[in-house]
């Protein structure tokens, strides 16, 4: 697969995604925003990838929206309408990686600002590289958090960071993001691919089937009333039990044997 700001390895069942514009922090241009979104298409309907890193090129993972995008327009006096991109870009991509019915993990490799927060928290795990840094950036040029991030952030951290995390823009280090929530693990920057190619193999190993539906089915349960989460338990539970795996899983459990899943 060849792309002009993204490389794509598959190891296996698991894929590598790289952001690679690294003179600008991986910030997402429009042409990284469609490739990213024609690469997870492409990487979704592939049923031999059973797991995906997200991570960046250089120091930074994403610095979020390609601000030198704008340079020209703004010294022009003109004001283009950014909901216009937004539906166009993020409100794709954002989805889709949040939807994905396969295990996604962000590699946090560096810095990390604006929409590059998103992308981070629209990951089902979060490892990040023991120099990264934290920052929402969009107070500090006169916007308000998108790319899902109002959303997704005071899921992630609760309210109260959020808002002082979107308020005051401060830079976050990387155990300081651990304590709050915001990643899961933290690695030493050496090791941060290596640990993140263990966790996506260990996960690709697991029935993927289940994960992807564990994911939406705890987001939707966010939504619901008790009642309703135990009905939604009920009828998605059918659709795991109608796989491969869950006989696996079972079969493998009663003969005293390691399961062996498909993905099926
Ligand atoms: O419609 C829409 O698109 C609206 C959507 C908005 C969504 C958003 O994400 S808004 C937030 C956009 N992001 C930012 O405002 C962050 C801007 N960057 C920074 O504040 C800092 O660069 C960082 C805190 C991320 C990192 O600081 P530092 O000191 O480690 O690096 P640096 O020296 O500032 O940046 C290194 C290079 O990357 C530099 O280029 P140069 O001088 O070496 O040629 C810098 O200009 C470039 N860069 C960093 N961020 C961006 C960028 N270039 C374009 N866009 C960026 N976002």
């Known amino acids: 697969m060849g792309y002009e700001q993204l490389i794509v390895d598959v190891e296996g069942d698991v894929a590598i995604v790289r952001m690679n514009n690294a003179t600008r922090l991986n910030a997402l241009s429009p042409t990284m925003t469609r490739e990213m979104l024609e690469a997870l298409e492409k990487l979704r309907a592939d049923e031999a990838i059973r797991a995906i890193v997200l991570t960046g ?3 930074g993972f994403s610095a979020g929206a390609d601000l030198s995008e704008f340079g020209e327009p703004y010294a022009k006096g003109e004001r283009p ?3 216009l991109f937004l539906k166009e870009g993020y409100n794709k991509l ?13 590699a946090i490799n560096g810095v990390v600002a604006g929409a590059g927060i998103s992308l ?10 023991d120099g990264a840094t934290f920052t929402t950036a969009w107070v500090k040029i006169g916007l308000v958090p998108d790319a899902g991030s109002s959303y997704l952030l005071p899921r992630t951290v609760g309210m109260p960071k959020a808002i002082e995390l979107a308020m005051l823009s401060e830079r976050v280090d990387a155990l300081s993001a651990l304590g709050i929530g915001l990643v899961h693990r933290v690695v030493p920057h050496e090791s941060l691919m290596d640990e993140a190619r263990g966790l996506a193999g260990q996960l690709a190993r697991l029935p ?3 994960l ?7 987001e939707e349960a966010s939504h619901l009333s008790l009642s309703e989460a135990l ?5 998605v539970q059918d659709q795991a039990a109608a796989t491969e795996d869950h006989l696996e899983g079972v079969l493998a459990f ?3 044997r390691g399961p062996v899943f498909k993905g099926r």
């Not at 954002?94 to 962000?106: G, R």
């Not at 992807?212 to 705890?218: I, P």
């Open 208 to 210: 993927t089937v289940a």
């Open 94 to 106: 954002i989805p889709l990686l949040a939807e994905m019915p396969k295990p996604l993990i962000a």
């Open 254 to 256: 009663l003969d005293k």
């Open 57 to 59: 090129e250089g120091r």
């Open 81 to 83: 309408q950014l909901s």
């Open 212 to 218: 992807g539906l564990t994911r939406r089915l705890l």
């Open 120 to 129: 981070a928290l629209a990951c089902d795990l979060r490892i990040a590289g």
């Open 231 to 235: 009905d939604r338990e009920a009828e």
